[in-house]
Structure formats: C-alpha cells, structure tokens
C-alpha cells in the first residue's frame, strides 16, 4: 500500500463507490468481465462500506483511462462502436451459416458473424438467432427460416432494418419489426422461409450491456428519488417539531398566566402612591 492510499478500514462514500463502478462497466465493455462477474462486483460494489472492501474489486482490472499494452494474437477488426466497425465483410461464411433443431434446440448468440445468409430448420423443436452482438459479413444479411411445428426467434439490436418476406401456412411470420426507421449506416435484416403450422419471431431488444446501464441509471435516479423524500420527510417532521415546540411554549405561558392570582384592585403590585412626608396634607 503507498502511502497516498486511504487505510482499509476507513469508510468509504457514495463516490467512491460510484469511481469503482464506472471501472467495472469499462471493464465489461471491453470484455475483460463477463455478465456474471460484472453483476457479481457490482452488487459487492454497492454494498461495501470500506476502502477494503472496495480495492480488491477492481485489483486486476486497469483504472478508467489507464493506457494497457495490447496483446493481439489474431488481427481483429478495430472496434468504435459504430454499425460500420460490425459489418465486416471479406468472408462469406461467416461464424456459422446453417442450424439444425429436430425435436430439440440450437442457439446462435453472443459474439459471432452473420453470413450473408443464414440457413436454419425447426422441426418439433425451436431456435434463437440473437444478432444483438453480432457482426455482419454484408449490409444486408438474409436468414432463412424453415419452421415445421416449431419455431425460430430472431432478436435485432434497434437501429438494424427488418424486413420479412417468409411464407405462412397454418402459421405465420412476425411483421411487427418492419417499417422502423434504420440508423444511419445499419445493416439490413431479411428474414424469409416457411413456417407450417409453427412461426418465425422478430423481436428488438437492448444489448445485454446497454440493459445492464439502463438498470443501473433506473437504480441510481431510484436511489436518488429515496433520498429526496427523505430529505424532504425529515424537514417536514422537523418543522412539525418546532410547531411543537412553540405551540407548547404558548401553552405554558398561558397557563401561567392563568395561574397568577386574581387582583383587580392591584392590591399586590407595586405600591405607587409615594408616602406623604410629615406636615404634608
């Protein structure tokens, strides 16, 4: 411990807690934490008290802005956040281009490439193509669905175009994703296929991480919100309090008052007539 480092045991405040967690959501960000670890710290965050509590949370994971040597084993796309760092392009195929559930299950999630068509079968079963993290390998990427009595969810981050030209028999495809409005620059979801006596989902969800945020901000104005009506409750019972108070002040004063004997004639007060001196009538 340097000498500038607080002592462990001392308490520590609101910001200090908030500083470490602003380190753990870098450190999601930037994959170094995974979802568990990540609500795991952040929980622990929030309930320590002390500076040792706190340090080691975030002891092997670099400060906010600190500059870390990278160590790259494969050239990996340069990553800004934009839709034009997620469409790829160069390789077809993609991480995976077709899936198969028979009376079972298959999932597509996570950090994978969408191939510029994807090619996916559902029989007395059901599939999730989730492309809420997802790269493309092309601005405009199809799946094509084939759901027999089974179905097949496909989950887009908001921003992507969808568009959806699958085929219903005694069954149907969701339409309700069509028609937004796409970001600048967002690829181009098609989803298209059969769907015999099953369906094919579209849904638009938050990524994991931007979910996370946005609970804790809910958290967060919660947590502010609480504290405002406290506030606000402890100085209405204080003003009740000094109403109280001078209330009873009036009271005691009054019964005093009550209490003084009854002298009409002043005959207990101060003599005010001034003795005659002698030979004065």
């Given at each position: ?116 068509r994807f090619n ?146 002043n005959l207990h ?13």
């Open positions: 411990m340097t000498d500038d480092a607080p002592a462990p045991d001392l308490r520590a405040s609101d910001a200090d807690r908030e500083r470490v967690a602003e380190v753990l959501r870098d450190a999601l960000a930037e994959g170094r934490l995974d979802m568990e670890e990540f609500e795991e710290r952040l929980d622990a965050t929030y309930q320590a008290r002390t500076y040792g509590e706190l340090a080691p949370l975030t002891r092997d994971l670099p400060a906010s802005g600190t500059a870390v040597a990278s160590v790259s084993l494969t050239k990996d796309p340069a990553t800004g956040g934009g839709w034009a760092d997620r469409i790829v392009g160069g390789d077809e195929s993609g991480t995976s281009t077709w899936a198969v559930a028979v009376m079972s299950g298959f999932q597509r999630k996570g950090r994978w490439t969408a191939p510029r996916c079968f559902a029989f007395w079963g059901g599939g999730e193509i989730d492309l809420r993290e997802a790269n493309f390998a092309d601005r405009e990427v199809v799946v094509n669905a084939v759901a027999i009595m089974g179905g097949v969810d496909v989950i887009v981050p908001p921003g992507v175009e969808v568009v959806v030209r699958g085929v219903g028999i005694m069954g149907g495809f969701d339409h309700r994703e069509e028609g937004v409005p796409p970001e600048p620059g967002a690829p181009r979801v098609i989803v298209t296929g059969l769907a015999f006596w099953g369906g094919v989902g579209v849904q638009r969800k938050l990524p994991r991480a931007e979910r996370q945020r946005l609970r804790e901000e809910r958290r967060r104005e919660k947590q502010a919100l609480k504290e405002e009506r406290r506030r606000e409750h402890l100085e209405r019972a204080e003003r009740q309090r000094r109403e109280h108070l001078d209330s009873a002040e009036r009271h005691i004063r009054q019964l005093e008052e009550s209490r003084r004997p009854h002298d009409p004639l007060g101060p003599h005010q007539e001034r003795e005659r001196r002698p030979g004065e009538r």
